[in-house]
């Protein structure tokens, strides 16, 4: 069993059930696109831990491409502004596109994302979330993807932080009450 930082709460997703979720969702990727390319964008830094577990799992060509995003800033909620920080290095026109991306919560980031990248003309978008909250709020976005269903909770962890830590734990869990500063 793993030891659970001392400012978490609860564990939510052990090592092992992401490894494990995170093979699964690459076998169907590897056969929903059989006889196609895929480029697949991580939205630092979130993401990034996720995409490389998850093209390791995919078993067909693929192109990583990585976007640097930020609605947050150093808060814990969405401030809803959206800013491009980082764009991506390639050319996705015509290509089949693959947006890995930590966790699903408001929305609004991921919107804008698949609008700004749909302008650039690829040949298809969709979405490979390891997360989605359940949030009332949430803006309609499809994930042809999903990882896990979690709670409308404050979570780090795999890639997740708050205020930039927490990202190098090995699991997902709940911070404990008090930990976070608005």
Do not use: W
């Amino acid at each position: 069993m793993e030891e659970m930082h001392p400012h978490l709460k609860e564990v939510l997703f052990t090592e092992d059930a992401i490894r494990e979720r995170v093979a699964e969702m690459g076998a169907q990727i590897t056969a929903d696109y059989a006889d196609k390319e895929i480029v697949l964008i991580s939205v630092l830094r979130g993401a990034a831990i996720f995409m490389s577990d998850l093209a390791r799992e995919i078993k067909r060509p693929i192109e990583m491409d990585y976007m640097a995003v930020s609605s947050y800033g150093d808060g814990a909620k969405s401030s809803g502004v959206v800013r491009i920080l980082k764009d991506l290095s390639g050319d996705i026109e015509g290509k089949h596109v693959l947006i890995a991306e930590d966790i699903l919560d408001s929305g609004l980031t991921l919107r804008y994302l698949q609008k700004y990248l749909s302008s650039r003309n690829p040949a298809s978008i969709e979405v490979a979330t390891l997360l989605r909250k359940k949030t009332r709020a949430q803006a309609d976005i499809k994930c042809r993807y999903v990882g896990f269903e979690c709670p409308d909770q404050f979570i780090v962890g795999y890639g997740l932080d708050y205020a930039e830590r927490y990202r190098n734990l090995p699991y997902i869990g709940i911070l404990k009450d008090g930990i976070i500063q608005d």
